[in-house]
Each structure stands twice: as structure tokens, then as C-alpha cells.
């Protein structure tokens, strides 16, 4: 059974510091990773997708990676703004034959200026 | 593109009342997903649908919950009877294909408490 895990649940960092939010999986057989961002009260937001033949992908000041074979991922936020402050999500794409995507419990995520 | 309606935003009931959430997913999308968050469990994968037809509903907590999907541009989500620990954020979402490599885009939520 896929779990994954985020570390650490909370973060807190000064504006314009450059910052690695962990994501890790128990089974390495997925399909892709995707990294969401949650505001409060808000649904999620998708902010990328990693294939499982890929080893990044990146947008605009986000960069995520992914290492199958020790089960991890990371994103990696570049010059961090208040904007950025939101709780972020990456869930395991178990299959290519179904939609199910199995969530961490979320990286929460405070820039302050 | 609208994105994903959810109604509604917010339900408060009485334990034993019947529930029912709705959602209407992206034009076009033939994937839909219902999800359930809470502080202690995190997001849960309640059930979804694939071309209206229900996939996988291993996630539905018990036979209080059901879910249906009449056509591609409506799904609603049923709790009956209803009980305090259902109070969640219920998400629905939708993708433009079954499988990997295309996005979840997800709904506002709709937030429920049941006392």
C-alpha cells in the first residue's frame, strides 16, 4: 500500500530565501507525482506533474524533482515571497490505468517579509 | 473555463439529516473524483468516475455514503444518515482523462459540520 509523507509540516522562512520542501513514497512503482498548493480555504491547485520517466520539472521559480528509485521528491522554491505562504501537497500516481492519486498530510509554508 | 463547481460552499445539519453535495466538473472532463479532508486523516480518495461510470469506491467509508454521476456535466455525493464524524471538507475534482499525466483540477470545497 503507497503512503506518503511529507517533512517537515511546518515551515517558517524569512522573504527572498530559497527553500526545499520534502516528499517521500513507500512504493516506487507510480506513475507520476504531482505537487499541489492548498490556500486556506481554498481547493487545490495544481502546480506540476512529474512523470515517472522524468527527473524534473520546473516553472517559474518552482523546480520539482523526483528519484523513483529512493522514493523521494522534492520541490524547490527560488527566491521565496509572502505570495507563497499556502500549504503544499504532493500525492503518488499509483497507476496509468486508474486516477488515484494517494496525498502527504502537506508542508505548510509561511514567508515572512 | 469556470473550473469545478462545488455546492455547497458550506452545509451545517443535525446528525441523522441526509446530506447531499453536488459538483459539476470542467466542460469536457471525463474524470471525476470526490475527496475528503480533515485535520487527522489528511485527503482521502472517496470514489471516482470514469465517462459517468464509478471506478473505484473502495474509499467510501460505509453504506451511509453513496455517489452517482447521472451524466458527464453533474455528480452528487450522499451521506444518509449523517453523523459528527462526517463533518469534513468534501473536494471534488476532475481531469480530461482516465490515467496518469493529466492533472487533478479541484473544486472550493463545500464544508460540512454535523452535530
Known amino acids: 500500500k503507497q503512503e506518503v509523507t511529507q517533512i517537515p509540516a511546518a515551515l517558517s522562512v524569512p522573504e527572498g530565501e530559497n527553500l526545499v520542501l520534502n516528499c517521500s513514497f513507500t512504493d516506487s512503482a507510480i506513475y507520476n507525482l504531482q505537487w499541489f498548493r492548498q490556500d486556506p480555504g481554498k481547493g487545490l491547485t495544481s502546480l506540476l506533474l512529474i512523470q515517472s520517466s522524468q527527473r524534473e520539472q520546473t516553472s517559474g521559480r518552482l523546480n520539482a524533482s523526483l528519484d523513483k528509485s529512493s522514493g523521494r521528491s522534492t520541490l524547490y522554491i527560488a527566491a521565496s515571497q509572502p505570495g507563497d505562504s499556502a500549504t503544499y501537497l504532493c500525492?503518488?500516481?499509483?497507476?496509468?490505468?486508474?486516477?488515484?492519486?494517494?496525498f502527504g498530510q502537506g508542508t505548510t509554508l509561511q514567508v515572512k517579509p | 473555463d469556470a473550473g469545478v463547481i462545488q455546492s455547497p460552499r458550506h452545509e451545517v445539519t443535525e446528525m441523522g439529516q441526509e446530506v447531499t453535495l453536488r459538483c459539476k466538473p470542467i466542460s469536457g472532463h471525463n474524470s471525476l473524483f470526490w475527496y475528503r479532508q480533515t485535520m487527522m486523516r489528511g485527503l482521502e480518495l472517496l470514489i471516482y468516475?470514469?465517462?459517468?461510470?464509478?471506478?473505484?469506491d473502495s474509499g467510501m467509508p460505509e453504506d451511509r455514503f453513496s455517489a452517482k454521476m447521472p451524466n458527464a456535466s453533474f455528480s452528487t455525493l450522499k451521506i444518509q444518515p449523517s453523523e459528527p464524524r462526517d463533518s469534513a471538507v468534501y473536494f471534488c475534482?476532475?481531469?480530461?482523462?482516465?490515467?496518469?499525466?493529466?492533472?487533478?483540477?479541484f473544486g472550493n470545497g463545500t464544508r460540512l459540520t454535523v452535530t
Open positions: 468516475f470514469n465517462n459517468n461510470v464509478p471506478i473505484d
Open positions: 500525492a503518488a500516481h499509483g497507476s496509468s490505468n486508474t486516477g488515484k492519486l494517494i
Open positions: 475534482a476532475s481531469s480530461s482523462r482516465q490515467g496518469a499525466n493529466s492533472p487533478l483540477h
